[in-house]
């Protein structure tokens, strides 16, 4: 596999922490929500959290993204 590839598995690991962040901003808001509150909720280690979103401005910001493709 050549750098850069996106896999199916890190496709769904990245969708499953995306999912797993908006859910958890519409129950607690975005300040009182975490990366390992994200992380915990989808089921994946908080390195993994980090390694596809450093922060959860970036979370929010893949939302926009996703929404207006």
Request: net charge positive.
């Amino acid at each position: 596999m050549k750098k850069g590839t996106v896999t199916e598995k890190s496709q769904l690991t990245r969708s499953k922490i995306l999912q797993a962040a908006l859910d958890l901003f519409r129950e607690n808001g975005f300040i009182n929500t975490t990366m390992r509150n994200i992380a915990e909720k989808g089921e994946v280690a908080l390195g993994s959290a980090y390694y596809y979103f450093k922060t959860k401005d970036e979370i929010v910001l893949a939302y926009y993204s996703e929404t207006q493709q």
